[in-house]
């Protein structure tokens, strides 16, 4: 992938994931490996986008990730879906959206 550009496909790279206790309390999220193929091999920053709001983060959301899961009041047991709308060597950013709670 031309990690220049924006990403031109017909869907984006998506995954979803129910935020474990374990996100709630720490400042990291770890990006599954089925989306780190799409990603730049260079550490770049990474934008998370929710309800018209942005947050800054490292490549692999650390510092950063703990503001986002308190600005957004998510607790264990939300759903979140990641969508992966822009790969290049200056930013990756992800928009997301909360699908709700389930039962933790």
């Known amino acids: 992938m031309n990690t220049n550009v924006w990403i031109e496909e017909e869907f984006y790279p998506w995954f979803w994931m129910k935020v474990p206790k374990s996100y709630i309390k720490r400042d990291v999220l770890f990006i599954p490996k089925s989306i780190c193929g799409y990603l730049p091999p260079i550490s770049v920053k990474t934008m998370l986008r ?55």
């Open 50 to 104: 929710c309800n018209g709001k942005e947050w800054w983060c490292s490549r692999r959301l650390v510092n950063g990730w703990k503001q986002f899961v308190v600005d957004n009041n998510l607790k264990k047991g939300n759903v979140l879906l990641f969508e992966l709308v822009e790969a290049t060597s200056g930013a990756v950013i992800f928009s997301v959206e909360e699908l709700g709670l389930t039962n933790a």
